[in-house]
């Protein structure tokens, strides 16, 4: 699969969708009754690539302070998202 393409492509149909209001709104995102799963296979790097991570964030957080940073809690890599909901 060439990802440049298919990213592309996803890309100009949701440009598409937007401009001529024919997207759909997902109406259980907030709902307590939504019982929806998906599967996604991550990777969480270890302690010591975290620490590396979190030194490049604290640079950048210099340049742009009110961005939302990942804690290490919650730094992972997506590797694959086998359902998607």
Sequence with gaps: M?????YKKLY????SKISSDSYEIDELIDSKKDN?????????????IK????????????IEPNQYYYPN??????????ISC
């Design 2 to 6: 060439n990802l440049e393409s298919h």
């Design 36 to 48: 929806r799963f998906g599967i996604t296979l991550l990777i969480r790097p270890s302690i010591e």
């Design 73 to 82: 809690s919650d730094i992972h890599i997506t590797v694959m998202s086998i």
């Design 51 to 62: 620490e590396k991570i979190q030194n490049f964030i604290k640079e950048i957080k210099k």
């Design 12 to 15: 100009n149909e949701s440009i």
